[in-house]
């Protein structure tokens, strides 16, 4: 299977943020970006695709940023890829 770079770069987000998450509490997209060298406008937009899809959910304020809205342990890579509407 090959993967282009938003289906590889929502994958490793992914990854990042169950590895960076702490006690449910959100993880922002500057972070990931930074940590992951992903532009942050291309980073939005995979988060609100994976937002629609019901993946992640978003938390506001000044502590906020993005939270898994499901057991990250039930993510499947092609439900990733689904939301933002790649082509396997």
Same mark, same amino acid.
């Given at each position: 299977?090959?993967?282009?770079?938003? $289906?590889?770069?929502?994958?490793?987000?992914?990854?990042?943020?169950?590895?960076?998450?702490?006690?449910?509490?959100?993880?922002?997209?500057?972070?990931?970006?930074?940590?992951?060298?992903?532009?942050?406008?291309?980073?939005?937009?995979?988060?609100?695709?994976?937002?629609?899809? $019901?993946?992640?959910?978003?938390?506001? $304020?000044?502590?906020? $940023?993005?939270?898994?809205?499901?057991?990250?342990?039930?993510?499947?890579?092609?439900?990733?890829?689904?939301?933002?509407?790649?082509?396997?």
């Amino acid at each position: 299977m090959k993967l282009t770079s938003k $289906g590889r770069f929502a994958v490793m987000s992914l990854v990042d943020m169950a590895i960076n998450s702490v006690a449910n509490k959100p993880v922002s997209l500057s972070d990931i970006s930074s940590r992951q060298n992903i532009s942050l406008p291309f980073l939005v937009q995979i988060f609100i695709s994976l937002k629609k899809s $019901g993946i992640v959910k978003s938390v506001r $304020g000044p502590s906020g $940023g993005y939270t898994f809205a499901k057991n990250p342990d039930f993510i499947k890579i092609y439900d990733v890829i689904k939301a933002i509407d790649e082509d396997l």
